[in-house]
């Protein structure tokens, strides 16, 4: 994990994230569709997409499946919980399974909750209060904490001066957003990295096909 100054951020606890829901309005977690079987990966994605390598890699390690009208939908919005689902399946990290819920939100017999469970044995889910929101959208700042939890490893970054506008040391996301913007993860406007915004699945199906790539 990083050295950091005192850190307030939040560890995928309850009621952090952006309150919005996924943008789709469908269900949570896309569901698998038959696009891959017909020659055709998605509908709305062709060969020329910037990202088609890592999206048929990880689409056909199981990481990543489309909606059911058989759509990738790159600009739609992910929830807490699927972010949590896609970065387990992608590091193989053994699920926990048969556990309580230990939120008022979450059913224990869900698909959410053993994703959940396995995210509190990482230390990457603390309870701070008895709902954990699945279906608000994660932030850039929180899902570079995430990586850095489980990467399980000190990562050194340059102590120079940022270049970026929108964070300060104060920050808790401060070095991570550092990171991000060392690694390219996520588009840069202006000198501005929008730590706060939420997080696309053309953003998240980037950074899960460099950490598959490790």
């Known amino acids: 994990m990083i050295d950091t100054q005192e850190d307030h951020s939040p560890s995928l606890d309850a009621g952090t994230g952006s309150s919005e829901n996924s943008s789709s309005g469908e269900s949570l977690t896309p569901t698998p569709s038959d696009a891959s079987f017909s020659g055709v990966l998605y509908k709305d994605i062709d060969s020329t997409y910037p990202y088609y390598q890592a999206l048929q890699y990880l689409t056909d390690a199981g990481v990543i499946h489309g909606y059911q009208d058989s759509t990738f939908r790159p600009h739609s919005l992910v929830s807490r919980a699927e972010t949590l689902k896609m970065f387990f399946k992608t590091t193989k990290i053994s699920i926990v399974k048969d556990r309580e819920s230990i939120f008022r939100d979450i059913a224990t017999n869900s698909w959410e909750n053993a994703y959940i469970n396995t995210g509190i044995e990482h230390r990457m889910v603390t309870k701070k209060n008895a709902f954990f929101h699945p279906t608000y959208n994660i932030t850039r700042a929180e899902i570079m904490k995430f990586i850095i939890l489980l990467s399980r490893k000190k990562i050194n970054i340059s102590q120079g001066t940022s270049t ?51």
Do not use: C, H
Not at 174 to 187: G, H, P, R, S, V
Not at 190 to 212: A, C, M, S, W
């Open 164 to 214: 970026l506008n929108d964070v300060s040391p104060s920050d808790w996301y401060y070095q991570y957003m550092l990171i991000a913007e060392k690694l390219d993860l996520f588009e840069i406007k202006d000198g501005n990295i929008f730590p706060n915004q939420p997080v696309t699945r053309e953003e998240l199906l980037k950074i899960l096909y460099k950490i598959r790539q490790k």
